[in-house]
Structure formats: C-alpha cells, structure tokens
C-alpha cells in the first residue's frame, strides 16, 4: 500500500508492530524491488534486497557484530574481538558486510546499500522512499 | 565466579544478533535475484556453459564405496558406518571454513532443500542451479574429492576416484543430459589414469578429465605422456582443477583461511602451467586442449612476464620452445573464469587481453561454493563486446568440450 504525503513523499506500510518480531524479515515491494524491511534492537530498517557486488538477497543475510583486531600501544596483535557498536549485515551470497548504521560496506566506504529511512505511527511500520 | 546464565554466556561468546534463517532453503529461492538479472539480460538468447560448478558428493560416501574394487580398502572405508560418524577412515580431509562462519548460509542450510525420490538430488539440484542461473550446461566436478592429489596413500586416490567416477556415471549424470562432468584422473598413478581414459571416455556426461592441482607430482615427468597422448587422440579436454592445501609448509604459519585460499588455489596453478610450457608440453602434443579451472586470471599476467624475461636469457634450458611462454600461455590454453578478479577494471581489461579471452576464457561459477560467479560478471563488463561476452559466456565452450547445441 502506498500513501502520497503532502510534500510528495512517499511511502509504503510494511505492517503492523506487532508483525516485527525481533529477528523477524518481511519482504515489500517498492516501485518493483523487494525491500526486506526488519526491526534489530529498538528500530526498524529497511534494505533493497540487492547486494551492490553481484546481487545477493543482502536483506536475507545475518546480523553480526563487526570482527576488531585488539592491539597493544606497540602494535603487537593481542586478540581479535566482537565490537560492541558496529552491527553488519552479511550478504548470504559471498559474505560481503555493510553497516547495518548507513549501509556502508566494511570493505570499501564508497560502496552502499540502499537503504530507507523508516517510521513508525500509530502501530503501523512505514518505509519512506 | 560468574552469574551468568548459559544463554547469556553463549550471546557474550558469539554475537551473531540474527541469523537471517527463515524456514527450511530452496536453491531456486537463494538464487531468485540470479534469475531476475538472467531474464533482464536475456540469457535465453544465447548458449552459456558453466565450466565449473560443483556437488557435494561428500553426502554420498556410502553409495560411492561400494564400488571401490579392492574389498580390504571397501571394507575399511564402508566401516566408517560404524564410527557414529565420527571419521571417515579412508579419508584425509582439510577443515571446512568456506562458510566465512557462517555467513555466507547455503552452506548450513544446504541439507534442508527437499528434492524429489524419482531423481538423483544431485541432479535436481544442478538443474535448479542452471533454471536459475540461465544455464545450457553446468560441468560439475566433486568438491571432498579435489583434496585427495594430496592423500599420502596413492593407492587410495585410484580406488575411491574410479569408485566416485563409477557411482557418477552410473547413477547421477544419466538423469540429466545438461549435467557434464571431466572425470577425475588419479595422476599419482599414470597407468590408473590411461585406464579411467579408456572406461570413462564415452560414458553418460563425460566431457573430458580432471587432475587436480594440490599434488607435488610434476606435469612434464615422462610418464604422463601417454595420458596427454590418449586425450589428445579423443580429442577431449585436460581441466587442471585447483584447489588448496592448508597444511602446506609454506602456508602453515598463515593465519586466516583468506591468506591460504587467495595463494594457495594459485601457487600449484603456477607451477604446473610453468612446467608445462618450459617443457613444451604443447609442442609435443599440440592439439591437446588445457584448461586452467578456478585460479582466476590475475596469475597469468604475472607468469607471462616473469616467464618471458627469464627465458630470453636461458633459451638454452627450454629447447622444445618455438616461441616465447607467454605465447603458450595465451594461445595453447584455456581458461576458466572464476573467482574473476574483477575490483580494478583496467587490470582486469589488460589481463583478458593478454589471455586472448574472445577465444580462450571460458565462463566458470564454481556455484555452489563460497566464491561463486554469475554469467553477469562477465555480460556486465563494460569493455567487452556483444560477440566476445557471447563466446566467453557459451560458445568458446562448445568449441572445447563434446557438447551438443542446447
């Protein structure tokens, strides 16, 4: 469904809250793409399900904190950890990584996701386009 | 002391916040985007091999041993049944972290796809691959299997390969007549090899052979050359297959799987190609199709420099040679295509130039694993022509292999 504000943006419903369970995926249409629209922690987020390499459903892929190298002040190697505030989506693909925060890639910034700001009224989830 | 919950424990000990599982797998849907840009470019107008794909015959041990001729090794290899799947006795097997730790997730979810009884699921899934891809042929070749050039017991690379070339022919590619295969020779015995030539040559499927690459026997030692000779009569294909080896002593201190798979599928491509043009391999049998599979392309640039410099000053040690090696390299050989090298353009567009790709390059995916391509990498560059994406994508392909137009 789609709805036309009053300064011409559009936007689709993906569903209701109660439809967004953590961890769970629901896949819309938007001017004939699928955009995989899910709620991670406290918000929702929406992705063309197209991965910017060679176009792997991306939308589909795990969730997973961003792998860091721990080193000490002269630069020896001490242990590779989770971070604690980076979040990445996989491609289930080939494994490519981009910020869940942005879309940008982990392995070349100047390479996105298309990614959608979306909203929440009156229990219902909209992705804005 | 820790208060910590065991739920607890295990979200602090590995973070993946969420798997992105939904329920069971299906091939057909994994590869739903692959199908869309298969429609928008038309793949059904022209033909498209796929040079190397792969099955997972690992799943299929039990049927594949008992064709094992000898019963002492049948036997000890059946016996694993007995093991509580906790070893595969005969086996000599490397770590698997293809899977990037699971990220990359067909890999786990792969047992979960329900395929029909009435077909081999190796064959219904190669066919669902190839619907989705927009495939004519898919070539396959094992994937455990490529590990055994390495087996410290020669013997068991000549039974288990004839046991897994019997069960194929036998009971997988006579399902599907779009679903080739190169058999596999076991080239650490020259005789086994002259013997699987003359079984497998004109069984179901067969488009050519295979050695793999992960073995230290050398290419131009005396005793292959009736293996090249009995190819060469047949007028079918040699495919050397890569593949790595994680306990090479080069690689042991190396220390993520990314380091020993981006050297280690190359380094013993780079040596058998390298033995083979300075020892003149194709001036002794010039008609000898070679394909180099699932090395990508960076290397042979490299090797066509390095080769060339060095035997201007030493043509006294490559007597055979009627012209320089990089001119073998680019018109005596093949290649497959994957993994393309494709992160800087320019480079990429000289490489396939030095290759001659418009009648040497074959199109590969080596689909299912971690690193496949689709024919998009190569229909999407934007240097090459309609014609030369069209023979690279198909047509190099059919001139090469025994295949019939789709």
């Given at each position: 469904m789609t709805t036309d504000a009053l300064q011409g943006q559009r936007e689709w419903l993906a569903g209701?809250?109660?439809?967004?369970?953590?961890?769970g995926r629901k896949t819309i249409q938007i001017a004939g793409d699928d955009v995989v629209v899910f709620r991670f922690r406290d918000r929702y987020c929406a992705v063309k399900n197209v991965c910017p390499h060679m176009g792997g459903p991306v939308g589909d892929g795990m969730i997973i904190s961003r792998v860091e190298a721990v080193l000490t002040e002269d630069q020896r190697f001490v242990c590779e950890r989770f971070s604690e505030d980076e979040i990445h989506l996989v491609c289930p693909w080939h494994g490519w990584e981009f910020q869940l925060e942005g879309g940008e890639c982990a392995g070349d910034p100047r390479i996105r996701l298309r990614m959608f700001d979306t909203e929440v009224r009156e229990g219902q989830v909209y992705v804005i386009a | 002391m820790s208060t910590s919950t065991p739920s607890e424990l295990l979200q602090s000990m590995v973070q993946v916040l969420n798997s992105g599982e939904r329920e069971g797998f299906d091939t057909r849907k994994h590869l739903e985007n692959a199908r869309r840009q298969a429609e928008e470019r038309n793949y059904s107008g022209f033909v498209i091999v796929d040079a190397d794909a792969h099955h997972y015959e690992g799943e299929s041990w039990t049927d594949i041993y008992r064709?094992?001729?000898?019963p002492v090794l049948r036997h000890r290899a059946l016996a694993s049944d007995h093991s509580g799947g906790r070893g595969r006795p005969i086996h000599f097997e490397e770590p698997g972290r293809q899977s990037v730790a699971g990220r990359v997730r067909r890999y786990e979810l792969y047992d979960r796809e329900v395929t029909p009884k009435d077909v081999h699921r190796d064959a219904e899934l190669s066919r669902r691959q190839r619907e989705s891809i927009g495939l004519d042929y898919q070539i396959v070749f094992p994937t455990a299997m490529l590990e055994l050039g390495m087996h410290p017991d020669p013997f068991v690379e000549v039974q288990l390969s004839w046991a897994y070339s019997r069960w194929l022919v036998e009971n997988v590619t006579p399902h599907d007549p779009h679903m080739k295969t190169m058999i596999y020779l076991p080239f650490s015995d020259p005789e086994a090899s002259l013997r699987a030539i003359e079984e497998f040559s004109d069984k179901p499927g067969v488009v050519g052979f295979t050695v793999t690459t992960t073995r230290y026997q050398t290419v131009h030692q005396n005793k292959y050359m009736p293996v090249y000779a009995a190819l060469q009569e047949r007028n079918l294909p040699l495919g050397f297959h890569a593949s790595f080896y994680q306990r090479e002593r080069l690689f042991e201190g190396m220390s993520q799987f990314l380091s020993v798979h981006a050297l280690g599928f190359v380094f013993p491509t780079v040596v058998h190609a390298t033995n083979m043009v300075i020892n003149g391999i194709p001036e002794r049998f010039p008609n000898l199709k070679v394909i180099w599979i699932e090395s990508g392309l960076a290397w042979v640039p490299f090797l066509m420099q390095r080769l060339d410099n060095e035997y201007m000053m030493r043509t006294s040690e490559a007597p055979l040679l009627k012209k320089k090696p990089s001119e073998y390299l680019r018109e005596n050989f093949y290649y497959a295509t994957?993994?393309?090298?494709?992160?800087?353009m320019e480079a990429l567009e000289l490489t396939l130039n030095m290759i001659n790709a418009e009648t040497q390059l074959l199109f590969a995916s080596d689909y299912p694993h971690w690193d496949f391509n689709l024919p998009s990498t190569i229909y999407d560059l934007p240097f090459l022509s309609e014609k030369a994406k069209r023979r690279i994508l198909g047509e190099n392909a059919m001139g090469v292999y025994p295949l019939e137009q789709a």
């Open positions: 209701e809250v109660a439809e967004f369970e953590d961890g | 064709y094992i001729e000898d994957q993994p393309l090298e494709m992160d800087n």
